[in-house]
């Protein structure tokens, strides 16, 4: 799976902004969809994921604030961030996991990454 993100930009503090991630292939072949990201410094972190069946997750931090969503069609991940953070500020990666059953480890897929930056 191939995986191109795009959308990042520089916000100022309470702004919004929307990545996208499109992926080579269909969306209902991929058993779980996620976004991460990395500050300078710091561990990249999972922030959103959702699963084939819609079930989301959202990571503390941005619970109420970004939405985590997936257009089908178009093979595309969204992640909507609203009132949007100085410490929001990082690389944001766009994840996919297929599972292969069995023994097998799943296989994981990530996207170049997109710059966020928001200005206080």
């Known amino acids: 799976v191939q995986l191109q993100a795009s959308g990042g930009g520089l916000v100022q503090a309470g702004g919004s902004l929307r990545v996208s991630c499109v992926a080579s292939?269909?969306?209902?072949?991929?058993?779980?969809l996620g976004w991460y990201r990395q500050a300078p410094g710091k561990q990249r972190e999972l922030v959103a994921s959702?699963?084939?069946?819609?079930?989301?997750y959202y990571v503390d931090s941005v619970k109420g604030r970004f939405t985590i969503s997936r257009d089908n069609a178009k093979n595309t991940l969204y992640l909507q961030m609203e009132s949007l953070k100085p410490e929001d500020t990082a690389v944001y990666y766009c994840?996919?996991?297929?599972?292969?059953?069995?023994?097998?480890?799943?296989?994981?897929?990530w996207g170049q990454g997109t710059q966020v930056t928001v200005s206080s």
């Open positions: 994840n996919a996991r297929v599972f292969r059953g069995g023994y097998f480890p799943e296989d994981i897929y």
């Open positions: 292939r269909s969306l209902y072949s991929i058993n779980v």
């Open positions: 959702i699963i084939i069946s819609g079930s989301v």
